[in-house]
């Protein structure tokens, strides 16, 4: 049974940092990639990043690159998300979900495993 455990939310200034982990269990995750999705109040579930598991494959959504960074320690089966320069916008509860393919997506549809979600709030 897969399970993923996020960590790190909570309330920042705008112009911030917030590092999130997800912490991966009940699998060997070398053939999986791991992405980040978050949800506003009222709005759907959209994609922020992913990685494949076993190799620097990455992909960002336009409205954090250059801002977030997602990153993976495989000794310790998790996954990070870096976010710097926080904007207000950024505002909502960050998912992590894994999917067993090589191939790194950012539709949520495509993720079979979820976690709880951890809630990040940006004032401005």
């Known amino acids: 049974q897969v399970q993923l455990v996020e960590s790190g939310g909570g309330l920042v200034q705008a112009g911030g940092s917030l590092s999130l982990s997800c912490a991966a269990s009940?699998?060997?995750?070398?053939?999986?990639?791991m992405g980040w999705f978050r949800q506003a109040p009222g709005k759907e579930r959209e994609f922020v990043a992913a990685?494949?598991?076993?190799?620097?494959?990455?992909k960002y959504a336009d409205s954090v690159k250059g801002r977030f960074t997602i990153s993976r320690d495989n000794a310790k089966n998790t996954v990070y998300l870096q976010m710097n320069n926080l904007k207000p916008e950024d505002t909502a509860v960050y998912y992590c979900?894994?999917?067993?393919?090589?191939?790194?997506?950012?539709?949520?549809?495509?993720?079979?495993?979820w976690g709880q979600g951890t809630q990040v709030t940006v004032s401005s």
């Open positions: 009940g699998r060997t995750f070398s053939s999986y990639a």
């Open positions: 990685s494949r598991w076993s190799v620097s494959i990455t």
């Open positions: 979900a894994a999917r067993l393919s090589t191939v790194v997506a950012v539709t949520p549809e495509l993720y079979t495993y």
